[in-house]
């Protein structure tokens, strides 16, 4: 099956950037998400990028698409004690269907 | 954009009852609504998968006599952990698409706690 796998831990400075990697195993994946969780919440959408594109940008965020190597990465520009929280990035192979990264903790110290 | 809510937020019950939780899309209609299942410091796993009118397709491993799914209409789909016990204890997303190809939106999350 899927595997999408992520660093658990990711701790950076106020205003530095922040990148968070993901890796996967299916070829196939279509689309490939980043996902916030804030704790005791639900998922937010971050972005998204389609399998056939190798980056895309939306305000402090890019996302860098490796298809090759199956690698996917976050790149938070600026980062604010506020983008503390656990990104999940997640792929999706087709159906309706998406699955998720273990979760990689940012911290931000001020 | 499109809203899922989920309800209730919060809920604590004893062992042995059954607790329903239920996922709206409020301003689309689901074709499709999926269940996942999440542990502290895990990520998701996906449960079931539920087609409106249809019954719910389960992940292996999932019992599907204890994790009830029901999607009777295309704004609402139910969860409902039959005779939970501790071990059942746990945050639950639901997370809807409203046709073929489209986004998954999210909802809050139910967390569950079984004393």
């Known amino acids: 099956g899927e595997d999408v796998e992520q660093s658990l831990f990711l701790s950076v400075r106020e205003g530095d950037s922040s990148v968070i990697n993901c890796t996967y195993t299916?070829?196939?994946?279509?689309?490939l998400y980043w996902y916030k969780q804030e704790p005791g919440a639900g998922l937010q959408l971050l972005t998204y990028?389609?399998?056939?594109?190798d980056m895309k940008q939306d305000q402090r965020l890019t996302v860098l698409l490796n298809k090759k190597d199956k690698h996917l990465s976050l790149r938070i520009a600026d980062t604010q004690t506020g983008d503390s929280a656990i990104y999940f990035c997640?792929?999706?192979?087709?159906?309706?269907?998406?699955?998720f990264g273990t979760g990689t903790r940012l911290t931000v110290i001020p | 954009g499109a809203v899922v809510s989920q309800h209730p937020s919060w809920v604590i019950c004893k062992s042995g009852t059954s607790v329903k939780i239920e996922c709206r899309s409020l301003?689309?209609?689901?074709?499709?609504m999926f269940w996942y299942r999440q542990f502290p410091k895990q990520s998701l796993m996906l449960m079931a998968t539920?087609?409106?009118?249809?019954?719910?397709?389960?992940e292996q491993g999932v019992e599907k006599d204890k994790f009830l799914i029901n999607h009777a209409s295309l704004t609402l789909s139910t969860l409902t952990v039959t005779s939970a016990h501790p071990e059942d204890s746990s945050f639950y997303i639901c997370?809807?698409?409203?046709?073929?190809?489209?986004?998954?939106?999210f909802g809050e999350g139910s967390r569950l706690t079984v004393l």
């Open positions: 997370s809807a698409s409203f046709a073929g190809d489209g986004e998954l939106f």
């Open positions: 299916d070829s196939s994946s279509t689309y």
């Open positions: 990028i389609f399998s056939n594109m």
């Open positions: 997640a792929e999706r192979t087709g159906a309706n269907n998406l699955f």
């Open positions: 301003d689309f209609q689901a074709t499709t």
């Open positions: 539920s087609n409106e009118g249809s019954k719910a397709t389960y």
